[in-house]
């Protein structure tokens, strides 16, 4: 009997693979074949998706991108023992793009059944959680502060001080939040990990619960994404199964409970107290900092709110040690990053790797250029609130203090192209159409500027009086920028300003007068 | 079509089961929207009575949030998607097709009530944009050619 890999995950399906995967089922019933079709996470290439992985002695062979029509011609080729065929790929794991990343948070990610807690087990899972229960919560915090990991969301917060923080706060209940709100254009890393390997994040959230003390955990995750949603409450209910979550986790005596949470389409809701707000069933505006949510969270308990790679980066922490993971990277940027190539590129996907890559290497190295063969102009780095790159800062390396030094963002690691046929100003007017849709409302400028932002960039865009209008949107942005609680109207100004600086002549601006 | 009757049972039974929960409104809300389609505005004060809130108060939560509606849908909804990975590939001229080719514009419903439009800000199909959700169902890479053939297959087996 052969088996065959074919992803269930949500981009793969969104290109027809739940369809191929049914036309593979039926031709070999057809032709008599013994076959057994595994669906599993994908392998990130997303521009080979739906991707048909066969398992050989040598390893597993790629076939892709396979559509249904090429169902039949594989099958003639006797692609189920290797044959050859236009859409034959080589060994997966000896695909460049592949075998030049550094997988440590997706190590698993393609390889297993997603929810088989078997495969999870068999493929070094829950061996950080063992080390951990054998352990006091000091020293398991001790390797997340050693191992240099920090926030993967966007923020870059030592993860360890946090739960330091949390840690040495007494209270009868203390809470780990997951925020899986991955609300940013050009992400889509913690969607892979809750459909492609849900118990990474569930062990680490298990393993965060037992270091500080706290029995509950929640997950808030986007409604956006169903395809997660199912696989995670699959996981969670085997886990609890199997005594790895409830009461007397492996028989330790040691309590976490965990569960989901549904977001409802809320940008807003990413920023971590605006989150906590709407998981205590209220509108998500952003709360003042101090208290940090360490301190007083959810329920004005002591709270730590981490984003789904941070979390997923733990098990292997504890597992291998906190060194092991600081020994990737540059700087103070250490481990890891699963970057996320998206947008108008050719090889569109996720690219672990230690910090240090330059944006330069990811886009054509990795990404192979633009997908419509036109020059990349503009790179968007960050989501939605980081700054656009012009091709002249394309050799920055992918590390926080780098990006934080040319003002932009590296955040969550997303990653958007654009070709030449962009027009900078509409994308400028857009960031500000943004923050008028989620803004929580809380602040004046946010609330109100956004509109006007709006307007006075389609005043410049028109040509209305540029001497008035550029210096009033740059004004408008320094008051966005100074006067904004969080990082939604905070941080607009970043691709409204990159544009303009950058891009000045898809604002109309031709002189330097105007650009002042 | 559900009655009033209907629906405040249908609506009680889901505050009573999920009440207890801590912070327990968005699940109730999901829960209501899940079955019935949206939050019909007559059970606001039911809502509001059994959590101890302010009518106002639930009415803020459910007009904060953009997933959750107080009309019926159409029979599915399409969500598309208009942030910027999807317009690096063509989302604007995708939305221009898709409006003129259902006759309506983002929050309406066509007359015949099949479809509804609903703007997303990312599928996280990034990978694979423009991208867009129908109901639970989701595509990637869409064109308008790819659009067209999909709502006819979805009313064909609708």
């Known amino acids: 009997m ?123 899972g829950y061996r950080g ?51 899986a709100d991955e609300g940013d254009s050009g992400t889509f890393s913690d969607r892979m990990v809750m459909e492609g390997d849900p118990y ?48 007397n986790i492996q028989g330790s005596g040691k309590t976490f409970n965990l569960e989901v949470r549904l977001g409802a389409g809320a940008y807003i809701c990413g920023e971590e107290t605006s989150l906590m707000e709407s998981l205590e069933g209220k509108r998500g505006l952003v709360r003042f900092k101090p208290p940090l949510p360490a ?26 040690g906190g060194d092991y993971y600081r020994d990737f990277g540059m700087g103070r940027s250490r481990g890891t990053l699963p970057l996320q190539l998206a947008g108008n590129i050719k090889h569109p996907g996720l690219v672990e790797v230690a910090f240090g890559l330059t944006l330069r290497e990811l886009l054509y190295d990795f990404g192979g250029g633009s997908a419509t063969g036109r020059p990349i102009k503009a790179v968007q780095v960050g989501g939605p609130l980081g700054a656009y790159l012009p091709e002249s800062q394309f050799d920055t390396p992918l590390d926080y203090e780098a990006f934080a030094a040319i003002w932009a963002v590296l955040g969550h690691g997303g990653i958007v192209a654009f070709d030449d046929t962009v027009d900078m100003a509409q ?38 009086d540029l001497n008035k209008n550029v210096p009033l949107l740059r004004d408008l942005c320094n008051t966005l920028l100074n006067g904004s609680l969080c990082a939604l109207g905070g941080m607009t100004p970043y691709p409204v300003l990159s544009a303009l600086n950058h891009f000045p002549e898809d604002f109309g601006i031709t002189g330097q007068a105007d650009a002042a | 079509m559900t009655d009033s009757g209907t629906i405040q049972t249908t609506v009680q039974e889901i505050i009573t089961n999920l009440k207890g929960l801590p912070g327990a409104l968005l ?63 063509g989302a604007q001229v995708l939305e221009e097709h898709i409006k003129g080719r259902l006759g309506i514009d983002y929050h309406q419903t066509t007359a015949d009530g099949a479809f509804s439009l609903e703007p997303v800000y990312c599928l996280g199909l990034c990978a694979c944009s423009p991208s867009m959700q129908i109901d639970e169902e989701v595509y990637g890479r869409v064109t308008s050619e790819s659009f067209d053939a999909i709502i006819k297959e979805t009313e064909a087996s609708a």
């Not at chain 1, 080589?90 to 990610?109: C, M, N, S, V, W």
Request: net charge neutral; proline share 5%; charged share 20%.
């Open chain 1, 2 to 124: 052969t088996t065959l890999y074919i992803s269930c995950d949500s981009a793969a399906v969104a290109l027809g693979a739940d369809r191929v995967a049914a036309a593979v089922v039926r031709e070999a019933g057809q032709r008599g074949l013994d076959i057994q079709v595994r669906r599993n996470g994908s392998r990130g290439l997303f521009w080979l998706e739906p991707m048909v992985e066969v398992v050989t002695d040598k390893g597993r062979l790629a076939y892709g991108p396979v559509q249904v029509k090429d169902v039949p011609t594989l099958f003639d080729a006797g692609f189920i023992e290797g044959g050859n065929h236009p859409l034959a790929l080589g060994l997966t794991e000896e695909l460049p793009y592949f075998k030049k990343q550094q997988r440590l948070t997706f190590a698993r990610i393609g390889i297993t059944d997603p929810v088989s807690l078997d495969d999870y087990v068999a493929h070094e």
């Open chain 1, 129 to 179: 959680l063992k080390n951990a229960l054998a352990m006091s919560g000091a020293d398991i915090v001790k390797h997340v502060t050693d191992s240099g990991l920090r926030g993967r969301g966007g923020a870059a917060f030592p993860t360890g001080i946090k739960w330091n923080t949390v840690l040495n706060t007494p209270s009868e209940q203390k809470y780990i939040l997951c925020n």
């Open chain 1, 200 to 247: 990474v994040l569930i062990e680490g959230m298990t393993i965060a619960g037992i270091a500080v003390g706290a029995t509950q955990g929640y997950i808030y995750l986007r409604v956006e994404y169903p395809h997660a949603h199912r696989a995670l409450n699959e996981a969670i209910a085997r886990a609890y199964k199997a005594g790895y979550l409830g009461d």
């Open chain 1, 295 to 320: 301190v007083s969270g959810l329920f004005g308990k002591p709270t730590i709110v981490n984003n789904v790679i941070s979390l997923a980066s733990v098990p292997i922490i504890l597992d291998k």
């Open chain 1, 427 to 464: 994308m400028a007017r857009y960031s500000m159409e943004f923050c008028k849709i989620e803004s929580c409302g809380k602040c004046t400028p946010c609330r109100i500027g956004s509109t006007r932002g709006m307007e006075v960039i389609t005043d410049i865009m028109e040509g209305r």
């Open chain 2, 27 to 89: 699940p109730i809300l999901h829960g209501i929207q899940d079955k019935l389609g949206y939050i019909p505005a007559e059970c606001v004060s039911d809502i509001a009575r059994e959590l101890d809130l302010s009518r106002a108060e639930v009415h803020g939560v459910i007009s904060f949030y953009h997933y959750f509606r107080d009309t019926p849908p159409g029979r599915k909804t399409i969500h598309l998607c208009r942030a910027e990975s999807c317009q690096a590939m």
